[in-house]
């Protein structure tokens, strides 16, 4: 349940629910973050990969003699150097249909034998400079026989498709089936209108605004390993490296600073960091690695890449009987750590939304291509399971002739229905979907509608109107480290096993512990990057940040508070169940004895600890603590966006030129951050959906390697965004919140979708896939 007493100060200056600008932003912009790249270490090395050009093929000769004349080379790391390092595995716990594991895939961290996609690294030159290194990577001879190679999950499981590995029949690595499918079936039969929808979940390159990079280095007197990397959360990422350099992870040390962006991908370890590594050792130096462009569109896991059939049934009134979903998941060459709960159980979680359909069915057959490998990508899932649902709404309303928003509000979980258990097993336990619906269609103008689209036909132009009517579930908060530390200098620092890689974790955070404690605001410090400094932490990922550092927050608090009335009842002379915490009126955390005027400031308590010699033995030392949040349920952020789009016919040309998002967050903390990151979902999900796409060659080879060959969504493409909020605070962490990171995707893909069907509906246009380009409307529209 929600803490009420959070909401106590809510009208303090930097308390919850106040838009706070972030704190790291003057930093940021005036060029003082740091950066991987910014790390440089006496006597460090460079290196530089060299990667496969072949898409599949068995190597037949690997020479890296000529790489070791270059001067300034220092050493070329192949397979064969690496032999004692484990391999990258998925660790994601998924079964077959009958009940076995996933078939997994050991990945080396270097190829030894067999190349199988355009990227696949086969050596790492480290040499005195940059530019050596890059001499040297160009002097390794690789010399490989190709082999057919297969860039579609279908094509993959065909009989006559290439095999990529000798364990894995038919290139499928998870069979796997969700729901009773007898049931499913006779719903279908029994229904008295079925939808049916071919969807392509285009492949999406992650580009984040900093490549990959890595600093390693040994210390042989500890025998230690550390890296410098950007990541999404420290603590995992240590054991994931201790694992597969087989150490104990006392031994490893993982160390992020600011990261330029990450949305997924930076979450798990890469094959480039176990050579890193071992250079290191080796040589006896730091080993830096700095990825270019070019290599990032290659070697950074890619997002999304599904083919699904979706179905849904309806009876004669209109109500939900069951969906499904039967798909082919891209795995892309090798298996990431997540690369398969995408497609799979996060499709089930999400398809649900908002709405009662008692009935679930998820068939999906996960398959290896000779693809750059796919991970998350925001919401991971997430979004996708939403975009079929209204998109399979938005068609099922078109063919029987029904409202679509009243197909939707028929088929809403009502508020009297919560605690819901829903099909695809979770339960929900706040929301109130149809209300929020109505009060985004009067923000957004629904009824004025009409008109625009009359002007908008003045001028030769086609507009369309789409909804996108979401609810996604977070990924279940973990173990989350809840540290607070009251320094010397009069600076109070959280230590938290989260990880800011561009959300803005200072400022949110600070405002729960400033609201819980009434420590000065300006004086709360962050750390969150140091695995040192950590003995729990979830990361960052699957909008659970604030659920679960905030609640580590505030248990920390209260045993912060606990501490300072026993360390107050000494000071004050009185017993400390006589003490109690309470507000000065600028909002400074007291503690007086009950009844009196007598009390003592928190921070003044804190600097008296500190000072006090020969304190009784239960007196506390200090008010530092040290806490671990156990963990709470998933969340259900949710909401509701319209889109409206004008399409020139004679180009194809699709402009969105209104946009609005409706959203049911629980408690904000920060509404101008949580606006923000809403603005960045949906300018990702408009990306998606108008212009962004990975496409091969037949031979496996990348066409959209660059940025010249593949689309950003720019300023010009969006309008201004409208935000507005209709939060029912969840029951299910004390912060009430919901997370927010991801629900811009979530929302956009389908209200897009939906408006450019709705412009180009009356042309005869029933479904478009992704990414709506102008040629791929321009031909819809000729056909």
Not at 179 to 199: M, N, P, Q, W, Y
Not at 490 to 507: K, N
Not at 737 to 765: F, H, I, Q, W
Request: hydrophobic content about 40%.
């Amino acid at each position: 349940m929600p803490d009420t007493n959070l909401a106590a100060f809510a009208n303090l200056k930097f308390g919850i629910g106040q838009p706070v600008p972030r704190q790291e932003d003057p930093i940021l912009l005036q060029g003082r973050g740091r950066y991987t790249d910014d790390v440089n270490l006496p006597g460090q090395l460079w290196a530089v990969v060299v990667r496969s050009p072949y898409a599949h093929g068995t190597i037949t000769n690997l020479d890296a003699a000529p790489a070791k004349e270059v001067p300034g080379v220092v050493a070329v790391i192949t397979a064969a150097d690496i032999a004692h390092t484990g391999p990258l595995r998925c660790t994601v716990p998924l079964k077959n249909a009958d009940g076995t594991p996933l078939r997994n895939i050991d990945r080396p961290s270097l190829a030894s034998d067999r190349v199988r996609f355009v990227g696949d690294p086969v050596a790492l030159v480290v040499a005195e400079t940059k530019a050596a290194a890059k001499d040297g990577a160009e002097a390794v001879i690789l010399e490989v026989d190709p082999l057919p190679a297969v860039t579609e999950a279908s094509a993959a499981i065909a009989p006559d498709a290439p095999q990529l590995y000798d364990h894995l029949p038919g290139n499928v690595v998870l069979d796997f089936r969700y729901g009773d499918a007898a049931k499913v079936e006779a719903a279908f039969a029994a229904a008295a209108h079925v939808t049916r929808l071919s969807i392509r979940n285009n492949r999406i390159v992650v580009c984040s605004m900093e490549p990959r990079s890595a600093i390693a280095s040994y210390e042989p007197e500890t025998d230690r390993y550390t890296l410098n990397l950007g990541t999404q959360g420290v603590f995992g990422f240590r054991a994931q490296m201790a694992g597969i350099m087989k150490v104990p992870v006392e031994k490893m040390h993982i160390v992020t600073g600011n990261v330029g962006g990450s949305f997924g991908m930076k979450a798990s370890a890469y094959p480039e960091y176990a050579p890193l590594l071992h250079a290191a050792k080796t040589l006896g130096r730091p080993v830096k690695w700095v990825d270019e462009r070019s290599g990032a569109f290659l070697s950074d896991a890619h997002g999304r890449d599904h083919e699904v059939e979706a179905s849904l049934a309806l009876d004669a009134e209109g109500h939900f009987l069951a969906v499904r979903l039967h798909a082919h998941a891209n795995m892309g060459a090798y298996l990431s750590t997540v690369g398969p709960m995408m497609g799979t159980a996060n499709f089930v979680k999400n398809v649900q939304s908002n709405y009662t359909t008692p009935l679930i069915e998820v068939v999906t057959r996960a398959a290896v291509t000779n693809t750059t490998p796919i991970s998350a990508y925001r919401g991971a899932g997430r979004p996708e399971g939403n975009y079929f649902m209204e998109r399979l709404i938005e068609a099922a309303a078109a063919e029987t002739g029904r409202d679509p928003i009243a197909l939707r509000q028929l088929n809403h979980i009502r508020p009297d229905q919560f605690p819901h258990k829903t099909a695809a097993d979770t339960t929900y336990d706040s929301g109130d979907f149809s209300a929020l619906l109505e009060k985004t269609l009067q923000e957004a103008d629904w009824e004025g509608f009409p008109a625009r689209k009359a002007e908008s036909a003045s001028r030769g132009l086609l507009r369309g109107r789409g909804i996108g009517n979401f609810l996604e579930c977070t990924a279940p908060p973990s173990k989350e480290q809840g540290e607070i530390l009251f320094g010397e200098d009069g600076t109070v620092t959280i230590v938290t096993g989260t990880l800011d890689y561009g959300q803005g974790h200072w400022t949110p955070f600070a405002q729960v512990l400033h609201q819980r404690l009434g420590v000065p605001f300006e004086a709360i410090r962050l750390v969150q990057g140091d695995s040192d400094r950590l003995i729990a932490g979830g990361g960052t990922g699957g909008s659970k940040s604030l659920m679960a550092s905030g609640a580590a927050i505030v248990e920390a608090s209260d045993q912060v508070i606990e501490k300072g009335r026993q360390a107050a009842g000494h000071f004050l002379e009185a017993a400390s169940e006589d003490v109690e915490f309470t507000r000065n009126p600028d909002g400074t955390g007291r503690f007086a004895i009950a009844g009196t005027d007598r009390g003592i400031d928190i921070m003044e308590l804190a600097a008296r600890l500190r000072d006090a010699k020969d304190l009784p033995a239960d007196v506390p030392r200090s008010l530092d603590v040290r806490h671990v949040f156990d963990q709470a349920p998933m969340a259900y952020p949710n909401g509701c966006h319209v889109c409206e789009v004008e399409v020139d016919p004679d180009t194809g040309h699709a402009q969105i030129v209104r946009y609005f998002a409706m959203n049911d967050f629980g408690v904000i903390v920060n509404p101008l951050m949580v606006a923000g990151q809403a603005h960045g979902g949906i300018a990702q999900g408009v990306g998606q959906a108008l212009m962004e796409s990975v496409a091969y060659s037949e031979d496996g080879q990348l066409l959209t390697g660059s940025f010249m060959d593949y689309g950003l969504p720019r300023a010009q493409d969006l309008p201004d965004i409208g935000f507005g909020s209709r939060p029912t605070p969840a029951l299910t962490n004390p912060l009430g919140a919901k997370g927010c990171g991801e629900a811009g995707c979530a929302g956009s893909l389908p209200a897009v979708m939906n408006a450019l069907v709705d412009a180009l509906r009356d042309r005869g246009v029933t479904h478009l896939d992704m990414p709506a380009t102008p040629e791929r409307i321009w031909r819809a529209l000729q056909g």
